[in-house]
């Protein structure tokens, strides 16, 4: 098994020129913090009108994992 093979198996190994590496890092960082933002402001918008908080969550979560899954695995682009 190789390093890529091992990496594929706890998420997705890309392949990157190495110069692009701390822009990548970058994209990530802020993209993950994007999508927490996301989930939180549509948590909130939900809670005021009227559910609570836990199902909330699980709104505004699988909204992202619908998606998510919309464009990594049924291909549509956003």
């Keep these: 098994m190789n390093i ?4 594929d198996k706890i998420g997705t190994a890309l392949i990157i020129y190495e110069k692009m590496m701390n822009d990548a890092t970058f994209l ?5 913090a994007y ?5 939180r402001a549509a948590m909130q918008e939900e809670i005021e009108i009227g559910f ?6 699980a709104i505004a979560s699988q909204t992202v994992g619908g998606t998510v899954k919309m464009t990594l ?3 549509i682009h956003p």
């Design 35 to 39: 999508s927490l933002r996301y989930i």
């Design 52 to 57: 609570d908080a836990n199902i909330a969550l």
């Design 28 to 32: 990530v960082a802020c993209g993950t």
């Design 73 to 75: 695995e049924e291909k």
């Design 4 to 7: 890529l093979e091992l990496l």
